[in-house]
């Protein structure tokens, strides 16, 4: 599943056929216009030792406190960062070893969503977030970043079945593409992932 990933950052180049972003074939592109494009939330979440806000504003030149907050609530990560006794100057320890394995996610993707990315790349980002956060953080994503590229990667269908198109991998060969719905009319392995 990262290889989707890995592939669209050019960390390797497609074999057969290309990638393109706005009709362009990313090959043409140099890798910082490219990398610039994307903000990239990885499966482990890693945070630096600073502060919440030094985290969330990691790569962003002087990021404004309305963004800021923005990608925290769109993140789901405000209510925790509001009860730390310092909110957003609240130490963070190298790696994030002081906050939960939840939060510590939360604040990874709040630090791409602050990004002026024209698409996020989500490395099976979602996994260490409860069904109810999941629902709450892909709600806030397709309403409030509409226009934006978003790309999940996912094993948990309830993550990815309001997906404008779902691709099925087996194998790293695709079995499926289409809506949940179209997937679930077809059977195959996503009908029997589903049920």
Same mark, same amino acid.
């Given at each position: ?24 074939? +990313? ?10 494009? /994307? ?82 790349? /989500? ?36 993550? +990815? ?35």
């Amino acid at each position: 599943k990262s290889t989707i990933i890995r592939l669209i950052e050019r960390f390797y180049d497609v074999n057969e056929g290309s990638i393109e972003l706005d009709g362009i074939d +990313i090959r043409h592109l140099s890798q910082k216009a490219l990398r610039s494009t /994307f903000g990239y939330v990885p499966q482990k979440a890693f945070l630096f030792s600073g502060t919440i806000e030094s985290n969330v504003g990691y790569g962003v030149d002087n990021l404004a406190p309305a963004r800021r907050d923005q990608a925290l609530s769109i993140a789901q990560a405000a209510d925790f960062v509001a009860e730390k006794p310092e909110g957003v100057l609240e130490p963070i320890a190298q790696g994030g070893t002081n906050v939960s394995g939840g939060q510590r996610q939360r604040l990874a993707i709040a630090r791409a969503l602050a990004t002026d990315a024209r698409a996020y790349l /989500f490395d099976d980002s979602f996994s260490a977030l409860d069904y109810k956060t999941d629902a709450k953080l892909r709600h806030d994503l397709q309403t409030q970043l509409a226009g934006r590229t978003v790309v999940i990667v996912a094993q948990r269908i309830s993550t +990815i079945m309001n997906a404008d198109t779902i691709v099925v991998l087996d194998e790293g060969c695709v079995v499926g593409q289409g809506t949940h719905e179209q997937l679930l009319a077809l059977g195959g392995r996503y009908a029997r992932t589903a049920h």
